[in-house]
Structures are given as C-alpha cells and as structure tokens.
C-alpha cells in the first residue's frame, strides 16, 4: 500500500498488523482520486472506519489541511499514527480509537463541518446504511463537501440520508463507490 500523489507520493504505508483489514484496493484508490478535484488545498476531512488510514493519509498528502481519522481497533489507530508520523502528517491529523457511530454524535456536538468525509465500513457487518444515516443525521457536511462510502456492490445504499443525496456511483469489482453530496449542493446544481 503506497500514497499515489502529493507530498508523500511514493512512500508506504503500514497495514494493522494480525487484522483483517480490507485496505481500499490501489486501482478503486487511484479511480477515487481522479474523481476528485487534484488540489484538496484547505479541505477538511473526517475518514470513519479508517483502518491504515490509507484514504485520508492520501488527501493529506494532496493538500487537505486536517483529518479527524476514527476506528474501534487500537491495531488500526496505532498503525495510523506511525504512518501519519513516518510522513510527518501528525500535526495535521487527529486519531481517535471509538466506536464511529458513537463518535458521529460527538463530532455533531462539537459542530465541526467536514468537506470530504470518507466512509469505509467493514463488507461483511453491513454498516453502510447506518453509517450514512448517522453522518446524514448529524449534519457533519459543508455544502459543496462530498461523502465517498465504499461498500460492497451487493449492500445497496438509498437515493437520500437526511442532508446527502446520492450523486454519482461507480462499481469496480464487488468494490461499489458511492458519492454522496450536500442536499443544499445538489439542488443548486452544482
């Protein structure tokens, strides 16, 4: 697993060691980010079920100015600070080790707002629709922000969650991607 842009394009990244975690595979990962702008200069970006950190340690490395990185595992949460402090993006980056859709209602009340929020549950819990309902709920989306969940093609998600409307989705394998933007944004036609 390697960053394919930016600052740290090149260098590895280290996986949780004795789990099993489903890195975004490097050709779903390169097609996401050639679907988002190439600057990410001053986003901010909350990466929920983060794993190695692959995804926001890569928009990061594009030029995202923050990312709150939240998972469960302590295995994941320590193998993302190593790699966020192999590639001095350590400042840049808050990790917490928390159940996400606990942590949703945490970040709710502290009324940040994301403008990437990337979403990569486990395929075999089937969390994606509570996952997207939690982050519709808590109005955690800038408008013009964009929500990428990655899931299994065979755990559908809706048309609409609270404040996200689906806006496009692309299928790689049993790899599904689904785009999801700001009500507010997609009714003005943007």
Known sequence: MRVIGGTARGRRLKAPKGQAVRPTAARVKESLFNIL???????????????SGNLSIEALSRGAVHAV???????????IRANLDRLALSERAQVW??????????????????????????????????????????????????????HSAREPVRLRYQDLVLHDQRRYGDTLLSFFKHAATSSSGE
Do not use: C, M, W
């Open 37 to 51: 702008p190439p600057n990410l200069s001053g986003l901010r970006v909350l990466d929920l079920f983060a794993g």
């Open 69 to 79: 990185l939240i998972d469960e595992s302590s295995r994941s949460t320590a193998a």
């Open 97 to 150: 080790t928390a159940p996400v859709l606990r942590s949703l209602r945490k970040l709710a009340q502290s009324e940040q707002l994301f403008d990437l929020i990337f979403l990569d549950p486990p395929y075999e819990r089937e969390l994606v629709g509570a996952a997207l309902a939690s982050v519709g709920r808590s109005h955690l989306l800038s408008e013009g922000g964009t929500v990428v969940a990655e």
